[in-house]
């Protein structure tokens, strides 16, 4: 009865667009990016206060944002999410060579 009553928010990836799906059922991108911050911080140790983990764990995350929004071939790109969204299509701009 739990996962009758759960069927709708376990198949809620099956809205995405197919190419999506692997994507999106797999949390290897979100473990190597925990991997990564916890690596970053073990090295520094101690830190002075809770606004320098908030400004080197946010340093990370938008590197990390950074990354997957301009690497070759995109983890989600904007214009695949198109057909799941309900506003216009948008674009990034063209990386800086």
Sequence with gaps: SLMDAAEE?????MDFPR???AKLHSTNPIERLNGEIKRRTDVVGIFPNQ????????ALLLEQSDE????????MTLETM????????????????
């Design 51 to 58: 606004a320098a983990v908030v400004r080197l764990v946010g």
């Design 68 to 75: 997957w929004a301009t690497q070759r071939s995109r983890y």
């Design 82 to 97: 198109t057909a799941v969204s309900d506003t216009p299509a948008v674009s990034l701009p063209v990386a800086a060579v």
């Design 19 to 21: 190419e999506h799906r």
């Design 9 to 13: 928010d376990v198949l809620a990836f």
